[in-house]
């Protein structure tokens, strides 16, 4: 049982989950009420397990028993470890002369689900793009802002009229990393937070680093880190 909670934690981890169904129906039937509530945000569902560790542990070992999810999570386990540690990827069988080469993708949004900082054709695009590169075996970090808030969500007051709701990534004076897979980039030797200073007209703009927490993608030789300013 504790090997399945330590597979489900790595694989939330990563952004894989954003495009594996299966690991959207492992986690449902954990917890359907929990699994709509965070917007399928697999990520911040395991964190908040934390808070009530044993009732989690509860509710796996009742799901124990049942061999067709432990089936579904073999199989993501499988997939998971397959994807990472390929033996190969287009990109090192068709261009090897780019297997060690890193490209930097920037863009202003991503359409990566649980970031929530993308709008339209532009962020969808650049999320696929880095699924592609992905699935290639290319290895990119993708460079982008790291919004306080996602987009805004329209709701019907009882008047009849619209409102506005712009709703904060991560709440006021919260950890990022316990609502979404990021961290702080550390200087080098230290840990201390990597926070770089870049000269505008009239004033200084501090830009703090996080990255996500894909640690497997190196040794894979897949790099698709997503790093936020």
Known sequence: MIEIEKTLRKIVSNFWF????????????????????????????MRVQDENPLLFRRRLAELFINSEFLDRV?????????????AETFVSKNYP??????????????GIDILEIYSGGLGILSGDHLRGASDLGLKMVAVGLFYMNGYYR?????????????????????PVRDFLPFEHVKR???????????PMPGRDVRLRYRRSRDANLRRSGRRRVVAML
Not at 74 to 79: G, P
């Open 18 to 45: 954003e495009w594996s169904s299966d690991v959207h129906l492992v986690f449902r039937s954990i917890d359907p009420y929990a699994w709509r509530l965070f917007r399928r945000n697999l990520y911040r569902f």
């Open 74 to 86: 073999r199989n993501l386990e499988r997939d998971f470890k397959a994807y990472m540690q390929p």
């Open 97 to 110: 002369d780019l297997a060690n080469r890193t490209v930097a993708y920037f863009s202003m949004e991503y």
């Open 154 to 174: 329209q709701r019907i007051a009882p008047a009849g009229s619209m409102v506005v709701a712009y709703e904060p990534l991560v709440p006021a004076k919260k």
């Open 188 to 198: 080098a030797g230290t840990q201390e937070d990597l926070i770089l200073s870049v």
